[in-house]
């Protein structure tokens, strides 16, 4: 079941190309304004330098302590550029969330004004949903914390720094675990809110906890198999990358080429996982 | 009047060397001028992190004055309360590391200070009854609390003692003192005591330097380290039967009290320190290299990085002893600082540092080395060459910091000595210049300890700024000079107090030129220094049009007129077989001195046929213009191609294309882009930055 729903949802990610794009276009454009920026403050810096040429190669350090200090005014705009994206992603993402959702869920093929249509229609309530769930989500950070408590109950204030190292490993093991249970959560509120067009988002964010819960060794298989790929693809892209390390300019774009490439398969794994999801939600019969 | 000694005198300083040498002598003959000897015996009482002392300190007066009164730091009372001189410049916070404000107060106390006049064996006088011995001068009354510096009436850190007769030029006093202590906890500064911990650094009274200007005893400042004459040192310590002890010196004996405790006999010769520390968790390794014995004493969680730590201290015991001299001592030993007691980690004491790491360190992240590497470099420029870090921190921190680089860059370079990890790699060196960039211009680096503008100024001033400075002296002089510069500079002055002139006296003789030049700017302003190219053009020579075109090409630049003045420089190549037909091109290049600092610096400039020329500027002018009338165009324009002027604040400006080269803006923009994605869509891999945190 689960190996089916991972199967179907890994080839509709690869499949469905406009809505990849899509997921694609979104980071790609929120990221771009900060790009710019720092693009800008960095060119004006280098001028006609060679170490404007250099840096096509390996990162200078030297230049990066210089750049930190003499350009510092160039670089202050970029932590808020940088929230700024953040929010325009977070929202472009629900905004998407919409069309997707209710794609996939009547099982229709991609059609762009359908698409849009629902994802305005969606829009607000996801961004309800979403914001009504932070609770949820700060509640399973906190898992973590049980680490700590336990930690000093068993060991004491101070303990050997090897029982503190593992300790945070694994506060960082449980912070991640609820990350993911989040994730998976999310999700399925979602598909409760396209499925029953819930105008209540509190119903769907129960529903979706519910879900979770109760199909918990399935939702949290395919979620796995996901990450597990997106961990591969990762690797893969390490591995690649540090073969185009060259101050050439053939180089160059093939390594620009293979980072949008891992960000394109990154959108694809993304539409992937929900239409995985939608496939699990139609083995348990719950469509 | 010269002061001719008495009989007695002598026979008096005779019997006092003898005194000092019931244990077996480490080194045959005195290596310094014993001048401040201490014999102590203290007590640990690790429930309270109290000392109880006895002190019996031979001091001998070798200036050629009387003198009537005595100079004496108590340093610990830096940590008395929060009104010290320490206190109030630091805020309570020191590297980092706060002091504990509800019981983490340190102090010591004399409860009696007498003056033996007729010594015996200095055992005897540990053990007299002071009240009741005959020939016995009680000076506690006449003992006073002083601020040379500041004034402050809270600062109780500097004691005088007037005596009731002055000591003659040659004569020498014993005193006994008697000191009660109490560490900070956890340490703060260097010192104190943490569970079953103990680090003692600066605990007890010691006397300060009488020099041709009177006494040298500042107040304990948050921005300053130390100063002190050379002795011999017989130091019994008392700690639980189970604690493993590690100290200055050799540890002679050790013997079970009554009390069921343990009395540690260390001694130690030609040390201007003493320092120690005891904890019954120690887990002890042993190597030796080269006539060095080492011993680590670990903390049970690190006993993973004890191999680390061993190869460190053996690379730098190596790499000291290979380049810059002998390491008279026989042993080192190697401190690993108690979790939650950082605070007395990164410190060095004479033939005793601290290092300092954490559980996890990844191997790329070579603090643990650097930090070894340097404080082990402090018993050179400290131990050996005992400058006053009061007065002229560069001497000792600074120079340390700039061989530190230089051995860091020979075991882990070329690249990523300090850091090489996760492909990212910093040279230590990078990191001092990175530091140096930042404040440069804030105070010159040869200033009393507690007079810069901050604490980073002090910080930067004296660690990172003269390792950049050394180094690119050693550029100017070249590897092998500078290696003689530092030779001659320890052969000469070990086991004295050298001073800055010191050192540039013997730079200015071992390398063969007056280098004042470089060290008034360097060490005594603050003068920075930036090159920069400014200016760069290349363009096609026009049709001649009008008079006689050959005539002018042909000519000299000068008789062109185009000569501007002695600052500019032109050069042109004509070829031989050049004709009307030749497309020719003017090209222009200036290059500016954008700081004060004058120093003289290579220029290359590439030619599109391939052509490189190299010049030499000695950097007096604020600028220089080159003008080339040549068949080839004037690609680019470089000063200090080779980066051999560390001291210049900005490289980037340094160089000059006629084309702009996009690629390396490029690779980074969309380095920078792909990075913003990626966060973005995977904000999570954030915690992941965690795991390194656990290594601080
Ligand atoms: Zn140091």
Request: hydrophobic share 45%; net charge neutral; aromatic share 16%.
């Amino acid at each position: 079941m689960v190996g089916k729903s991972f199967r179907i949802g890994l080839k509709t990610g690869l499949g469905q190309r406009k809505l990849v794009l899509l997921y694609y276009l979104a980071s790609l454009l929120a990221a771009l304004p900060v790009t710019l920026a720092f693009s800008q403050a960095m060119g004006s810096f280098l001028g006609r330098s060679l170490i404007a040429r250099d840096l096509g190669g390996h990162f200078n350090m030297d230049f990066f302590f210089e750049y930190l200090f003499f350009g510092k005014n160039g670089l202050a705009t970029l932590p808020f550029l940088w929230l700024l994206a953040a929010l325009v992603y977070l929202l472009g993402l629900l905004l998407l969330s919409g069309g997707l959702f209710a794609q996939f869920y009547q099982d229709r093929p991609y059609q762009a004004q359908r698409f849009w249509a629902d994802a305005f229609h969606h829009w607000g309530r996801m961004v309800r949903l979403g914001l009504l769930s932070v609770p949820v989500l700060l509640l399973l950070l906190a898992i973590q914390f049980l680490e700590v408590g336990l930690q000093r109950l068993i060991f004491g204030k101070q303990p050997y720094e090897y029982i503190a190292y593992w300790g945070r490993v694994v506060q960082m093991v449980l912070a991640y675990a609820g990350i993911w249970i989040f994730s998976l959560i999310f999700d399925f509120a979602r598909w409760d809110l396209v499925a029953n067009q819930q105008n209540k988002t509190r119903y769907s964010l129960m529903a979706g906890i519910r879900f979770v819960f109760s199909q918990f060794s399935a939702a949290g298989s395919l979620y796995a198999l996901f990450l597990l790929t997106s961990g591969l693809l990762t690797l893969v892209y390490i591995l690649i990358s540090g073969l185009l390390g060259a101050n050439a300019v053939p180089a160059i774009f093939l390594l620009i080429l293979i980072q949008q490439i891992y960000m394109w398969l990154r959108a694809g794994l993304r539409v992937g996982l929900l239409a995985g999801e939608r496939e699990l939600l139609r083995q348990l019969g719950s469509n | 009047m010269k002061h001719i000694p008495s009989i007695w005198s002598l026979l008096f300083m005779l019997w006092l060397f003898s005194m000092g040498f019931s244990a077996q002598p480490i080194f045959p003959k005195p290596l310094s001028p014993r001048i401040a000897n201490y014999t102590i015996d203290v007590r640990y009482l690790p429930e309270l992190k109290m000392l109880n002392g006895k002190e019996v300190l031979i001091w001998h007066n070798t200036s050629k004055e009387a003198i009537g009164e005595l100079q004496f730091h108590l340093y610990l009372n830096a940590f008395r309360n929060n009104r010290t001189t320490f206190m109030k410049e630091s805020g309570g916070v020191h590297r980092g590391f706060k002091i504990d404000e509800k019981k983490g107060w340190g102090f010591i106390e004399i409860w009696r200070m007498v003056w033996v006049r007729q010594p015996e064996d200095v055992y005897s006088i540990l053990s007299m009854v002071t009240e009741k011995s005959p020939g016995v001068t009680d000076l506690s009354d006449r003992m006073e609390f002083i601020q040379p510096d500041d004034g402050n009436p809270e600062d109780k850190t500097v004691l005088r003692v007037q005596l009731p007769k002055p000591l003659a030029p040659g004569d020498s006093i014993v005193l006994r003192i008697d000191f009660v202590a109490r560490l900070p906890q956890p340490p703060f500064a260097r010192t104190g005591a943490w569970k079953e911990y103990v680090f003692a650094g600066q605990w007890f009274p010691k006397i300060g330097v009488y020099t041709a200007k009177g006494w040298n005893c500042h107040q304990f400042h948050y921005n300053s380290e130390f100063f002190a004459d050379f002795g011999v040192y017989d130091v019994f310590i008392t700690v639980p039967a189970d604690y493993v002890v590690g100290a200055t010196g050799l540890e002679y004996d050790v013997q079970q009290t009554p009390e069921g405790q343990a009395r540690h006999y260390f001694h130690a010769e030609d040390v201007h320190d003493f320092a120690w520390t005891a904890s019954p968790e120690f887990v002890e390794f042993k190597d030796r290299t080269q006539d060095v014995d080492i011993r680590l004493l670990m903390q049970p969680d690190h006993v993973d990085q004890a191999e680390r730590h061993m190869r460190a201290a053996k690379a730098a015991v190596e790499h000291f002893q290979n380049w810059y001299g002998d390491y008279p001592f026989p042993n080192l030993t190697v401190v690993d600082p108690r979790r939650g007691a950082r605070g007395s980690g990164g410190m060095e004491y004479p033939t005793l540092i601290t290092a300092g790491t954490a559980y996890g360190m990844p191997q790329g992240l070579r603090f643990v080395e650097a930090v070894i590497i340097h404080e082990f470099g402090h018993q050179f420029w400290y131990h050996l060459l005992a400058s006053n870090e009061f007065e002229e921190s560069w001497l000792d921190e600074g120079i340390n910091s700039y061989t530190e680089a230089q051995i860091m860059h020979d075991l882990y370079g070329p690249e990523g000595d300090m850091i090489d990890f996760l492909g990212l790699k910093i040279n230590d060196i990078q990191f001092q210049r990175s530091r140096y960039i930042s404040f440069a211009d804030l105070d010159p680096v040869v200033r009393p300890a507690w007079l810069y503008y901050s604490g980073t100024s002090y910080g930067v001033n004296s660690y990172s700024r003269p390792a950049v400075l050394l180094t690119t002296l050693q550029n100017y002089l070249g590897w092998n000079t500078m290696l003689k510069v530092m030779q001659t500079y320890v052969s000469r002055y070990r086991f004295t107090h050298p001073t800055s002139q010191d050192f540039i006296k013997v730079a200015s003789e071992v390398s063969g030129q007056d280098l004042s030049w470089f060290f008034d700017q360097a060490l005594f302003s603050t003068r920075t220094l930036d090159y920069s190219a400014s200016y760069l053009i290349s363009k096609k020579v026009k049709k001649p049009q009008g008079y006689d075109f050959t005539l002018f090409v042909k000519q000299t630049l000068k008789e062109a007129g185009l000569d501007t003045g002695r600052i500019a420089t032109y050069k042109q190549i004509v070829p031989e077989d050049w004709s009307e037909d030749t497309t020719l091109y003017y090209s222009e290049a200036r290059i500016r001195r954008k700081g004060q600092f004058r120093f003289p610096v290579d220029v290359q400039l590439v030619f599109s046929n391939g052509d490189t020329l190299r010049d030499h500027w000695d950097g007096q002018d604020p600028w220089k213009k080159y003008v080339f009338i040549r068949p080839d165009r004037l690609l680019e324009v470089q000063v200090d191609p080779e980066q051999k002027i560390l001291l210049d604040r900005n490289w980037t400006n340094n160089s000059l294309t006629l084309r702009p080269y996009p690629r390396g803006i490029l690779k980074q923009t969309f380095r920078f882009l792909f990075a913003t994605q990626f966060l973005l869509d995977q904000p999570e891999w954030l915690g992941l930055t965690r795991l390194l945190l656990f290594s601080f």
